[in-house]
């Protein structure tokens, strides 16, 4: 079972925690100034250090290998960077199975070890994190400071090397129109806050991602425990937010249902419209309205109903309309 | 069980047929010049006649004694016409259990015989009809001249006093812009066609009533028949062009689709969206792709879900939002 099939703690605003941790091997140049020979080397190091381990039964992609689909399906599920899949010369990837863990060989830093939960997980994605840190640590010599701590590419990830994000679900955040503000409160407080699939449309608009910015100078507990206390309140607020719409009238239930009602029953389904419809449906699976409905179906939809990871499934290239209507399909079939 | 919730012939394509007799009492002036006390005397007269034959268990309805709402909602249902609602002082109904026939008495005529049957079915219709006018033509002396026909108020009536009707179901062609073509052509053949809920949304354009013009110098035989011909000729078109809009694509199924989904979750539905929807659902059920729907289910909810009607079975008056509520849960669990 992939992570993402299950339904994790606070589910009804949070659905997945990401930890990110960049590492660099001391002996060679950063990979921007890397020769191809490099790569390769520092690549077959650390495959070689996971296979030995035998870490949670690892496959090694060569990036360069993959069909294009397969390359954006990767990154459309957050298993890899969206740069990761557009240049791929002398990049691997070490996908771990159910997909929770992956590590990127050649990105902007030598190793970037992540971890996937679904829910709010954070302290327990971390561990995982850690513990193929510590299989790494072991054969690899990281670049490493004893003030600064971690040497990275970049300076905004030097010390702790780590990323922690939420991906929340907040559609009353996002229509009551109180993410400006959020967004400029919770800045001053070390944390990022942007949404997940861009803001072009309301559907979109309601997956945001949360992340620490500060690798410098805390612990990794502390970076981490602080984007919890943030996230907390902001949960809060969604399901505050969420209340009150709902008390308003019959209008949330309506639009609730009637997405609901065309997920399974269109026989056409674009990827916006099914982000905006598959938004309300969630909206009502977290608010105790459809009860025959798991987050954990909604959430595995939300992932695989990507254009790249649709072709990437079905083995093959399909054009617009042919994705439209296996997605609807496919929707239909799982919301039946 | 009433006439609607039943399947007629050519169901997919015709909703109902209709005969109207106008009729005058020879020794009373037309309405337009009654006093109060005649039109008494003819109400009585009339009702004591199909009483006395106990001719298929008639209800007397003093109009003036009715609710605005029950009164609309006779109108709604074709029972009366939409002036006899407005208009009440004076005059009475005779309805007829299952509301197949009903007889307005003190509209433009004395007495206005209607009949009413689901699908094709003219020739029987006609023939219900004629055993009300067989039953009153014993009792009253009816305004007739040899050369002319049965006198009416208006001359457009002259003759046979027949109004045959027809309420087509006509997506494909509304929706092909042939509509405008068709009303010329058959024009010219003594026929009218015009939208049953006017003209307004695109909605409520997919129903048209066609009925014959012709009331002197034919056979109300002849009248039938030239309007089954040309009905017949519509319904061949209507099928044709259905078919071509399906093998175009899988757009009509999912917007047929869609709209069952809807129908089946929504929490708010307004009349012009309900015809909509219904109109799309009728549709996908006559193209055979909802099996588990029957016609008489939808065109009873064609009937029953327009306002006056809504009110009128729940007993109260509801302003639009309960209306839109109420609708939506009736639909829902119809649909179900």
Chains 1, 2 share one sequence.
Not at 23 to 41: D, G, I, K, L, S
Not at 188 to 203: C, N, V
Request: glycine letters at 8%.
């Amino acid at each position: 079972m992939k992570w993402y099939q299950q339904t994790g703690l606070e589910g009804d605003t949070v659905i997945s925690s990401r930890v990110r941790l960049a590492r660099n091997v001391a002996e060679y140049p950063f990979p921007c100034r890397m020769t191809q020979q490099q790569r390769q080397e520092v690549n077959e190091k650390t495959r070689q250090a996971i296979f030995d381990a035998n870490a949670g039964q690892f496959e090694y992609i060569d990036m360069q290998k993959l069909t294009p689909a397969r390359a954006m399906s990767l990154a459309e599920r957050h298993l890899i960077s969206p740069e990761f899949a557009q240049e791929r010369k002398g990049r691997a990837l070490l996908l771990g199975k159910d997909e929770r863990v992956s590590i990127m060989l050649g990105e902007e830093d030598h190793i970037r070890i992540q971890a996937l939960s679904a829910g709010l997980a954070l302290d327990g994605t971390l561990k995982t994190a850690w513990q193929l840190d510590d299989v790494l640590d072991e054969k690899l010599r990281f670049a490493f400071d004893e003030r600064l701590g971690y040497l990275t590419q970049c300076p905004t990830n030097l010390g702790t090397g780590l990323r922690a994000s939420l991906m929340l679900f907040l559609p009353a955040v996002a229509q009551t129109g109180a993410m400006h503000n959020l967004a400029a409160a919770v800045a001053k407080l070390g944390i990022t806050i942007r949404g997940t699939y861009g803001e072009g449309s309301d559907a979109k608009g309601t997956f945001f991602q949360i992340s620490n910015q500060v690798t410098l100078g805390v612990t990794e507990q502390e970076a981490v425990k602080n984007l919890m206390d943030i996230a907390g309140q902001i949960i809060a607020q969604e399901r505050s937010l969420r209340e009150n719409l709902k008390s308003r009238g019959p209008q949330l239930e309506d639009r609730i249902f009637r997405s609901y009602g065309i997920l399974r029953n269109a026989r056409l389904l674009s990827a916006d419209e099914f982000m905006s419809r598959i938004s309300d449906v969630r909206l009502g699976v977290g608010l105790g309205m459809i009860p025959e409905v798991q987050l954990g179906d909604v959430d595995a939809l939300l992932w695989e109903m990507q254009p790249a990871t649709l072709m990437a499934n079905a083995g093959r290239n399909l054009d617009a309309a042919a994705r439209d209507t296996l997605r609807a399909e496919t929707v239909r079939e799982t919301l039946k």
